[in-house]
């Protein structure tokens, strides 16, 4: 995809600061944290969200990049939370697979009302 933020990413042609690659996946510091450790997971293939015929394969990749990212940052005793928002009542903005792992404080018990 010529025209997406994350494929770039991927591809190295936009800046990141990267916390873990390998062949298939990225992770990397989202660049607005809305808590301590916020770290997003992509596959390096474009895919638009977790409805777009993901084959399970990436799936696992993408998933078991979770865990090393939580030991990598640090938040693997305590915990975390993973967050995959899809579509747009989840208002996800960039529309190339990621999931976000949040963690590094005490997270909020459920999500506020509807903004
Ligand atoms: P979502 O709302 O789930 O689509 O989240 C997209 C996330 O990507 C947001 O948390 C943004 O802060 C983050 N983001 C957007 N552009 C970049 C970028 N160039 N580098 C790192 N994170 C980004
Ligand atoms: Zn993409």
């Known amino acids: 995809m010529t025209d997406c933020m994350f494929c770039k990413i991927a591809a190295g042609e936009i800046s990141a600061t ?3 690659e390998d062949d298939d996946v ?3 510091e989202d660049v607005n944290p809305q808590v301590p450790v916020h770290t997003l ?3 390096k293939q474009h895919y638009a969200n977790i409805g777009d015929d993901v ?6 990749k ?3 990049t979770v ?4 030991e990598l940052k640090g938040i693997e005793e305590n915990g975390y939370r993973i967050v995959a928002n ?3 009542d989840a208002r996800q903005t960039v529309h190339h697979l990621h999931v976000h792992v949040l963690g590094g404080m005490r ?3 459920r999500m506020g009302p509807a903004d």
């Open 18 to 20: 990267v916390v873990y």
């Open 26 to 28: 990225i992770a990397f």
């Open 41 to 43: 997971i992509i596959p």
């Open 55 to 60: 084959p399970s394969e990436v799936l696992g």
């Open 62 to 64: 993408v998933f078991s």
């Open 67 to 70: 865990k090393k990212v939580a």
């Open 86 to 88: 899809t579509g747009d």
């Open 107 to 109: 997270l909020p018990i």
